[in-house]
């Protein structure tokens, strides 16, 4: 399947900035089964210094700096995705759970040392014995890997509501699992803590979905968002992604845009200002299918 995004970012400020940097993540990340054709970045005002790398998960990585002083900030991110699904996985055909964690303790192995880095606490995801206990009545001794997190996936699915203003960024994943209330992200970081809680390797991946209007509406436009789910480690098979918000594992309606430990490693815009005052954020997003024939192919990413 391949998709057209568009994804607008505007910051007004109650008094003009005077510098500002940032860094950001919205160039769509190649995979196996993603391939990004084109990604264009456009900034207002222009970045008076710019650069671009890889970072560290090997997600696409802008720096900018805006010099002359602006009440406004513009960040408007274009691409054309193309997205596989991926192979039909036989979840009761995997290896049970508690010997996954075994292997890991192997960490020169080659097949794991990627993995495990994945197994630890990271600054939005702490686990504890109450994230543990909820984990395991999923996860009992010999069921298999996958199955047992598509079980969790369905229970967090199941068992949570979900609703916006209820929780930040910063709200801990034991906060969300009391709540039983919260979006995306929560949900994607509470089943990471349950996984990591058990000794599994997880993995935050933030991107887009395409979302379905009702039978006989239009899609309105700018009415699609950033998503978060996750992916697990599992021998034999590598990663695989789950989407607790959906009850489902993600196939051709997901773009992934990065991964990382937690939202931390993978937020969309971050950075800081000199000045202005409050501001405000409004965003809008636009993930469209496209006609392959008409997509049009470049070299990377281009910040203007």
């Known amino acids: 399947m391949m998709y057209q995004i568009n994804h607008r970012t505007t910051f007004a400020y109650s008094q003009p900035v005077a510098i500002s940097q940032h860094v950001l993540r919205l160039s769509p990340r190649v995979h196996p089964r993603q391939h990004c054709a084109r990604s264009t970045i456009l900034v ?4 008076s210094v710019r650069s671009e790398r890889i970072d560290f998960f090997g997600n696409p990585m802008v720096h900018l700096t805006v010099q002359e002083p602006h009440p406004k900030l513009l960040v408007y991110a274009s691409s054309q995705v193309e997205v596989t699904a991926p192979p039909t996985i036989n979840l009761e055909n995997t290896p049970p759970w508690d010997q996954v964690t075994q292997c890991l303790e192997k960490p020169y192995h080659a097949a794991t040392m990627k993995a495990q880095q994945f197994v630890y606490d990271s600054p ?29 996936t369905t229970r967090i699915f199941t068992e949570f509501t979900y ?13 969300v699992l009391s709540k039983r209330k919260g979006v995306c992200q929560d949900f994607a970081h509470l089943q990471i803590a349950c996984l990591r809680s058990l000794g599994l390797p997880a993995r935050y991946v933030s991107g887009y979905v395409l979302t379905h209007p009702p039978t006989g509406k239009e899609k309105m436009v700018g009415a ?19 989407d ?3 009850n489902l594992i993600p196939q051709d309606e997901h773009i992934t845009v990065a991964w990382g430990r937690d939202y931390g490693d993978v937020s ?6 000199v000045g202005g005052g409050t501001h405000s954020l ?12 008409k997509v049009s192919h470049g070299n990377g990413t281009n910040i203007v």
């Open 268 to 273: 969309p815009i971050n950075g800081f200002m």
């Open 124 to 152: 939005y995801i702490t686990g504890n014995d109450v994230i543990f206990d909820f984990a395991k009545k999923c996860f009992p001794p010999g069921r298999p890997l996958l199955a047992a997190t598509m079980a969790l």
């Open 224 to 242: 699609d968002a950033s998503h978060a789910w996750l992916s697990v480690w599992c021998p034999d098979v590598g990663w695989v992604d789950f």
């Open 163 to 175: 609703k916006g203003g209820v929780t930040d960024i910063s709200t801990p994943v034991t906060e």
């Open 244 to 246: 607790p918000t959906n």
């Open 44 to 47: 207002e005002p222009a970045p």
């Open 282 to 293: 409004h965003v809008k997003v636009d993930v469209n299918p496209v006609d392959p024939s």
